[in-house]
């Protein structure tokens, strides 16, 4: 095993208790092996409210006072790490890549949710998992993201990293009317949704919001996005498949007058007129992947392809 000193940044779910039971194996797989180890600060003080890291034989064992300790905290997306560690299910994953963003750090996710395309690892992988961090054992994956420009405040739509790695979604807002989305692919007009909104999906996400809407199950690192329709009007409408260098250009009409921009779920109100460009972003989310990991099992377990549901 490598007896190189590595640091991990943890991020973690900070609404539900029962996706971060295992971070204290993880604390302390990490401290037998010499690592430096960062707690995101709203992390931090939801594991200590929790009374997940408030028991002083954890604080000794931690080494978490005093001069000496392994463990610090930072805000935000200020740190530098060699791994970011994700305690939760594939949202908190998302999360971190936000905040991750342009750094590239590899990304491991420790499943604690339900699905679990992206953090494959769960609660009883956890000293196998770092184990195997440490002999290398294990691969990196690039996943594309894409970024959202607009017109008028400088490409950032909402706070936080302005790439999704799953999708970005226009919807309506307010009232229960559609909203019409004027669609253009590199410069020529594609069509005019008329529908609840557009969802515009990386293959990564295409396991998600895309899949519940019709669209079709993409294998992660094509090169591709895929643009599906949210409730539209036209039965005629159906899903589309583009080159990821593609430049996917957005306008919206509303009765509301405003619409929502959603980049993996974090959503910002827009107003009418708003252009939106989409691109494949110049950067990738790297995400850690088990040697034994395989796409096409997680899709059959995930999806129980197969089984028989029969009483």
């Known amino acids: 095993m490598s007896s190189q000193t590595l640091t991990f940044a943890l991020f973690g779910n900070v609404y ?48 978490l006072v005093g001069p000496s300790t392994s463990v610090s905290t930072f805000s935000g997306d200020d740190f530098e ?41 769960g609660a009883r992988d956890v000293e196998a998992t770092i184990d195997a961090l440490y002999r290398g ?28 790695l799953n999708d970005v979604a226009i919807l309506k807002r307010d009232t229960a009317s559609m909203i019409s989305i004027r669609t253009s692919i590199n410069g020529e007009y594609l069509t005019t949704y008329q529908a609840d909104g557009l969802v515009v999906s990386t293959p990564t996400g295409s396991t998600a919001y895309s899949l519940s809407n019709g669209g079709p199950i993409i294998v992660p690192r ?55 460009r989409l691109s494949r972003a110049p950067y990738v989310a790297r995400v850690v992947k088990r040697a034994s990991a395989n796409f096409f099992s997680t899709l059959r377990e995930k999806m129980m392809w197969g089984a028989d549901g029969r009483q």
């Open 16 to 63: 539900q208790h029962e996706k971060s039971v295992a971070v204290r194996d993880v604390l302390l797989c990490l401290r037998d092996r010499g690592a430096r180890i960062m707690i995101e600060e709203e992390y931090y003080d939801f594991l200590c409210c929790s009374e997940l890291l408030s028991t002083d034989e954890l604080t000794r064992q931690l080494g």
């Open 81 to 121: 790490a060699d791994f970011a560690l994700s305690m939760g299910g594939d949202g908190t994953l998302l999360k971190t890549a936000s905040l991750v963003g342009a750094r590239q750090t590899p990304i491991l996710g420790f499943n604690m949710g339900r699905l679990g395309f992206l953090a494959d690892a």
């Open 137 to 164: 054992d294990y691969r990196v994956e690039d996943r594309a993201l894409i970024l959202v420009e607009t017109n008028g405040n400088g490409g950032a739509v909402i706070d936080g990293s302005p790439c999704a």
């Open 222 to 276: 094509t090169g591709v996005f895929l643009l599906t329709a949210v409730a539209p009007h036209s039965l005629n409408v159906r899903p589309i498949v583009i080159p990821d260098n593609a430049v996917v250009e957005l306008n919206v009409s509303s009765r509301s007058h405003t619409f929502l921009v959603a980049i993996d779920g974090r959503s910002t109100k827009m107003p009418e007129g708003t252009a939106i």
